[in-house]
């Protein structure tokens, strides 16, 4: 079981960027996912989750109304659209599977993680 993050870079501030997460397994479509982003001396933090089916999606604070995040269960795929991105939201993003359905933002209950892709907002 594989998750494999990809679309990080190197943007300006105000920019935007779509990360990508592939799963290897249609199983992905039973459970929650979630984005999390850990920052050069900071811990892993919750961005974004959503259900199994979509129909429920929470995100941390500083990034609502900037960042969505949706899947396509069909093609086994996670997203996280990010705009007017800012200097703080530069981290290396990790795309999760939750062990339930629902979109948890605390990471021990996430038991599939992708290997992270880096985003750097830059003035």
């Known amino acids: 079981v594989q998750l494999q993050a990809s679309g990080g870079g190197s943007v300006q501030t105000g920019g935007s960027l779509r990360l990508s997460c592939a799963a290897s397994r249609r199983t992905f479509s039973n459970n929650g996912m979630g984005w999390f982003r850990q920052a050069p001396g900071k811990e892993r933090e919750f961005v974004a989750g959503?259900?199994?089916?979509?129909?429920?999606?929470n995100y941390k604070d500083s990034v609502k109304g900037r960042f969505l995040i949706s899947r396509d269960n069909a093609r086994n795929m996670l997203y996280l659209q990010m705009n007017s991105l800012k200097s703080e939201d530069t981290a290396v993003y990790y795309c999760?599977?939750?062990?339930?359905?629902?979109?948890?933002?605390?990471?021990?209950?996430?038991?599939?993680w992708g290997q992270g892709t880096q985003v750097t907002v830059s003035s």
């Open positions: 999760a599977a939750a062990r339930k359905a629902a979109a948890a933002p605390q990471s021990e209950l996430y038991n599939y």
């Open positions: 959503i259900s199994w089916n979509g129909a429920s999606t």
